[in-house]
């Protein structure tokens, strides 16, 4: 049942959802989104996939780009006030009167056929810069009530990834194994963790 709520959504506003999972049907769908987008139409997908690892591209939206021959153009979302699901990707449900705030990344990247494993692993590295700065652009613009500014003028510090929300099991497993010893540095990159969604929301 892997995005049938979200297709279920995503139906309602006259978006057209294509059936596909990690498991089965990937290739098959891929190759329809293909054709739909050489039909003329705009198509995309979210590039960590279920079940993850979050803010990590997979191969799909790279095939996605160079089969089409079609630019890529990155966009992440974030609201407040909102729920945050206990999921592997923390999905979001705006709760009514939200502010939400959506940036699209400034420039396109295109993909050329025949790329070699090098060019790959750079492009994936620059989807994943581009989408986890955007992620982290959007959230701090909400989260502090940031009006009057490019939210993509906002510079993203080194830790950035640590503002971005994390399924709460993975912080239980990682403070589980700093009992049997693991380095205090995790230790205080779970404390800045817990620290940061009060600092967010303290200006709001």
């Not at 959504?9 to 978006?15: D, P, Q, S």
């Not at 750079?122 to 994943?128: G, P, S, V, W, Y």
């Not at 955007?134 to 993509?152: E, F, H, M, T």
Request: glycine share 6%; net charge positive.
């Amino acid at each position: 049942k892997d995005g049938e709520k979200i297709a279920g959504v995503a139906h309602h506003l006259r978006i057209k959802a294509l059936s596909g999972s990690t498991t089965r049907g990937v290739s098959a769908a891929l190759q329809n989104l293909v054709q739909y987008i050489k039909d003329g139409n705009v198509g995309g997908f979210t590039p960590d996939v279920p079940v993850g690892p979050p803010y990590i591209a997979k191969p799909g939206i790279i095939q996605l780009a160079s089969r089409s021959a079609s630019p890529l153009l990155q966009f992440a979302w974030d609201a407040h006030s909102s729920w945050e699901f206990n999921s592997w990707d923390r999905t979001i449900l705006p709760l009514p009167l939200s502010r939400i705030v959506v940036l699209y990344s400034r420039e396109p990247i295109y993909v050329p056929s025949g790329i070699t494993d090098k060019e790959y692993e750079e492009l994936r590295n620059k989807i994943d810069s581009i989408l986890n700065t955007l992620s982290y652009q959007a959230r701090y613009c909400v989260k502090n009530n940031i009006k009057g500014v490019d939210p993509r003028d906002i510079p993203a510090p080194i830790n950035h990834m640590e503002y971005l929300p994390r399924k709460k099991e993975l912080r239980n497993k990682c403070l589980r194994e700093i009992g049997r010893g693991f380095p205090s540095r995790l230790f205080q990159i779970i404390q800045v963790e817990e620290q940061l969604p009060r600092q967010l929301h303290s200006s709001v």
